[in-house]
């Protein structure tokens, strides 16, 4: 099975947080995107990244709840994490930072959001035709089905 | 009297939700919605339907305080639910997502909103000026008045 | 003086609220806002309205913060409560929404936020640049700056 | 080393705030900004202001959290803040607001957000492509990196 790894922050989020004067409280999630998963999550190993560790139990909460496993990488450590624990070979990546552009690029396949950074888009195959938190995954997820499991028939 | 259906999240919310380290906490409503459905609520049934288990104790009080039924119903038994318990033929069904698209087609009349998936949209009979939460309802409610209720005067 | 009295969802609000399971908790107030009103404000009557019952502790919270007068008025008798109580001779609307169009036309001049329904619009004077939340009451301070208080100069 | 002086609110935030019945509780954070910064940390003295006196906490907390200096600096005082303390000749000013205007056109270099005040955009010398809490700061500091710190190649 190939692997489909996901960035949390703008790619499930629209990227924005909320802070109280307590630190940061909540990330905003969108529509759509848990319906994709559903249609390919038979067929790939998805696994969720986040670089966030302030906001991680945010993260963590949301991503488990969908029954999808998260793990905590630095940005500094994430091209090695993905380049030893997945390889690039069989693995779809998806992120929307400046710092996501090169492993857009060693991935066999890049997907970044309608809203991700320029850097992000132009290292990617594929930008989604929605913003991230308006079903930019689920788009993903359209494009994984018909491009690389065989599944031409419509929804 | 008709029918009218009316999915809760990406309808009567913009699709987003708020997650804190808790949960889901949060849902994002918006304006108009609740003055157009005053204009028609006497001469329709109006009912709201909502497949998030998670978060629909905030649907649920949101719609409730509105003043209209909301029931819990999950996507896989949703089609069914309406044939059976509404019937197709009386009913105007407005849903936003990849799975609302064969309700669409089925019910009289589909609406689906602006910021809706294309896959809902495509199966829909109208889709509303307005993103959901700026609206959508709004106008899917003056489009009802203006077709099903013979009321073509202005506002 | 003149009196401008402005409607405080829609107007000062995305129009947008927030609900958790117990009801509704948050509205998102922008930017700009303030800063216009305090260019004009020893000039004008200012008096903030709203229909919104359930919110009102929100709205009065925020409006009294920056320090203006506002008042509950249900959307059946606003018409009726500004003909009575300020006349719509002296008097500059700014609202947004089906019910708000009749008043737009009866005073002196109408404002809309640039997101307002049609209905609102079309009853306007003056249609602001900015949606609101994003500056359409400081758009709405300018042009009234510029067209009743015979201030013609720059900022 | 010069001075890079961020305005927070409508410039790290969206401008938006939530309120409850409380008072002012939240505010609107984005991505890619904390990466942008970073670049430029090391070559650039960093220090935010905020006129939200009310809702300084808040700011307080995000900007410490990212480990950067704040002063919450009256709008009245500002202009003579920044002249007296930082000078114009060597700083480098980013302000969204109607009064940011003459202080933009001090600085040696002005940047306002795509979703500032047209009164702020005019008296910049740089808008950046992304609004606020989108990644416009961000933006800036890419701006800053090829124009002030010598540093041309790509990211």
Redesign the interface.
């Known amino acids: 099975m190939m692997n489909f790894i996901i960035d949390v922050?703008?790619v499930m989020t629209?990227?924005?947080?909320?802070?109280?004067?307590?630190?940061?409280?909540?990330?905003?999630?969108?529509?759509?995107d848990s319906?994709?998963l559903k249609l390919i999550k038979d067929k790939m190993n998805i696994q969720f990244i986040s670089a966030d560790k302030?906001g991680f139990?945010?993260s963590?909460?949301?991503i488990e709840?969908m029954g999808y496993p998260i793990e905590l990488v630095p940005?500094a450590s994430r091209f090695d994490f993905i380049k030893n624990k997945w390889g690039f070979q069989n693995t779809i990546y998806m992120g929307?930072?400046?710092?996501d552009?090169p492993i857009l690029k060693a991935c066999t396949f890049g997907i970044a959001p309608q809203?991700a950074?320029?850097?992000a888009k132009k290292s990617a195959n594929f930008v989604t035709?929605s913003k991230s938190?308006?079903?930019a995954v689920?788009d993903a997820c359209m494009e994984i089905k018909k491009r690389f499991l065989g599944d031409h028939e419509k929804?």
Chains 1, 2, 3, 4 share one sequence.
């Open positions: 922050d703008g629209t990227g924005q947080f909320l802070y109280d004067s307590k630190g940061k409280s909540h990330k905003i999630f969108g529509p759509h319906d994709g302030r139990p945010i963590k909460r949301r709840d940005e929307d930072g400046i710092f552009a809203n950074r320029q850097e035709y938190a308006e079903g689920c929804l």
